[in-house]
């Protein structure tokens, strides 16, 4: 029984660092487009994200033979608004500055659920996981490298995705504990994509064959690493699938001077990642001996 309950854990774990991985990619292929001189709003990206999202889940669930069974309905809606603020602000942030910078910044949001999970979950309320948050803060600071990362106003739409996506974290956590993945993810793409169009309705128009192809790549990333992200959260709690998703910060530290231009990390910029990571694996490894 034992072991059985530690293979889920591992599974959850696996399954956020793919994650990780899939929501980098996405944001990487932004710049590409960026990259080739194409003006693609950061709007068109979510709004494409989440409608081809909803396609597949509608695939999916038309061949399993699956019928929606939502149970309580406002942890769906608030992970959808929460998501939908994350995704946009995060995508505009990687538009307005550097792919490591607006992850960096995205991935603050482990620190934000601590404190929400500490007023709000008291089962989650443990002392040595906020530790362990604190010190990947402390590591994401480091990267940033005070005086030579420049911070500006744009830098403040990818700080607010991550307090956005710790809400939708603990939803997604909240909501995992009655609702399977396709109903989860039948709510965040369906109600996704209405309200990312009424949002944006002046930026949504129909894309060029090149700008196509690279929203396409976009929201396949972004829907994969979507998936996993809500398989992982099963097995894990809030803060601790936080904390794994933050080796997004290594992705972007050892990735981005080489696929995305952007400048390298300083000494103290590895140091942090050093910290982080390390929190994560001893987070994971607690998670398994509870």
Known sequence: MKTQFNL????????????AFFFYLATIIIKWAKIKGLHIDPALFVFARF?????????????????????????????TIAN?????????????????????????YPLFIAIFSWMFLKEQRDAIAIIVVIIAFAGVWLILAPGKMNFHLNSLWALASGISAAISMMYLNLSRRVNDTETTLFFLFGLGSALIYIAFF?????????????????????????????????????????IISSTRILLAAVLGPFIA????????????????F????????RKAKR
């Open 84 to 108: 939908c603020v994350a995704v946009y602000c995060f995508f505009k942030g990687v538009d307005l500055t550097s792919v490591v910078q607006a992850n960096i910044l995205n991935m603050t």
């Open 202 to 242: 002046d930026k949504i128009n129909m894309p060029q064959l090149l700008d196509l192809k690279y929203l396409f790549l976009c929201s396949i990333s972004g829907i994969v690493g979507q998936y996993l992200i809500t398989i992982g959260f099963k097995y894990v709690t809030a803060i601790e699938g936080g």
């Open 51 to 79: 409608l081809l999202g909803f396609i597949s889940v509608l695939i999916l669930m038309a061949l399993k033979k699956k019928k929606i069974k939502a149970e309580k309905k406002g942890y769906l809606i608030g992970r």
């Open 8 to 19: 889920k854990v591992l599974l959850g774990c696996i399954c956020i660092f793919g994650s």
């Open 261 to 276: 231009m952007d400048p390298a990390l300083s000494v103290f910029g590895w140091v942090g990642a050093f910290l982080i």
């Open 278 to 285: 390390s929190g994560n694996i001893f987070l994971t490894l």
